[in-house]
């Protein structure tokens, strides 16, 4: 299969291109050189290279600032799906869009996860654009999987473990403070490529959760990660009101796999697993980058 990324050097995106180089032909393209809002930068591409398939890895994922940069946020997050559907459609591609456990709104008890088939109803404007996006693809693309994770991590790029180690490794006596109050599924981008590559290649249709199986907390996750490191950093918890932001978060952001393990196509681990295994793979690679 000829399969193109976009937003291909983000952290999702970056995996996606190493986990299915070995199987198929992969073009893994960002911006500049591919902008999924502009559409003779898409037929460009698209004209040229003739994919049979379209992986969207790309966002506006910077979900704070997305609350003062509204616009941006909607015409990445809605307009730029929307365009890669109505493409995928005039070129019958199959289109893999990435979405979000942030289009719900959280107010479900913990630990009581969400499927595919419960309402969304976001609370923030990069989850609103991320569910116009969703949308815009039900309409528009007749072959399409959209997959939604939570909590994402990788090697590359920018992620909340990042920060965890920079601070624990940079600033050990000062201790850290995260909040205990917020549930959630954390997912290993890694883990994630090899998932949408099941999808891509039973050419299964339809909306699909897709995180890391269980959950925890972000303190709950910031612990274990620091644990798998081998690092006696001191975490402490804290609580969404200690720590202000200027986006609400969900409190429950637990995402249940139903409608992948109905189809058999399921490739999620046990969230504590895979970070055990991503610290092993990358520890002194992780080390080296957050090193001042
Ligand atoms: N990160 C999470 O915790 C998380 C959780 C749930 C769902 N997701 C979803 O998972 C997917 C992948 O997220 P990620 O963490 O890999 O995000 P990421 O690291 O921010 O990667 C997104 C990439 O898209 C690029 N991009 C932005 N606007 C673009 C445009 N108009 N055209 C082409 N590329 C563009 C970004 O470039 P710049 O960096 O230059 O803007 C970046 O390289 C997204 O759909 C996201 O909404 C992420």
Known sequence: MKILVTG???????????????????????????????????????????????????AYTAVDRAESDVAKAWHVNRDGPALLASRAKAHDLFLLHVSTDYVFDGTRPIPEPYVETDAPNPISTYGKSKLAGERE???????????RTAWLYG?????????????????PKKGLRVVNDQYGSPTWSRRLAHQILAVLEADTTGLFHASGEGYGSWFDFASAFLSAMGLDAEVRACTTADYPTPTTRPTNSILENA???????????DWREDLQAFASRYRDSLL???AH
């Not at 090697?155 to 600033?171: E, M, P, S, W």
């Not at 409608?259 to 681990?269: C, I, P, T, V, Y």
Request: with cysteine.
């Open 155 to 171: 090697a590359h790029g920018y992620n909340f473990l990042k920060t965890i180690l920079r601070r624990a490794v940079n600033d």
């Open 8 to 58: 291909g050097w983000g952290q999702l995106g970056w995996d996606c291109r190493e986990v299915f180089a070995p199987r198929h032909e992969v073009l893994a393209l960002d911006l500049p050189n591919l902008d999924i809002t502009d559409a003779a930068s898409v037929d460009g591409i698209l004209n040229l290279w003739k994919p049979d398939a379209i992986v969207n890895c790309a």
């Open 288 to 290: 080296r980058e957050v």
């Open 259 to 269: 409608a992948l393990k109905r189809a058999g196509l399921n490739q999620m681990k």
């Open 137 to 147: 693809i039900e309409e528009r693309a007749p072959r399409h999987a959209i997959l």
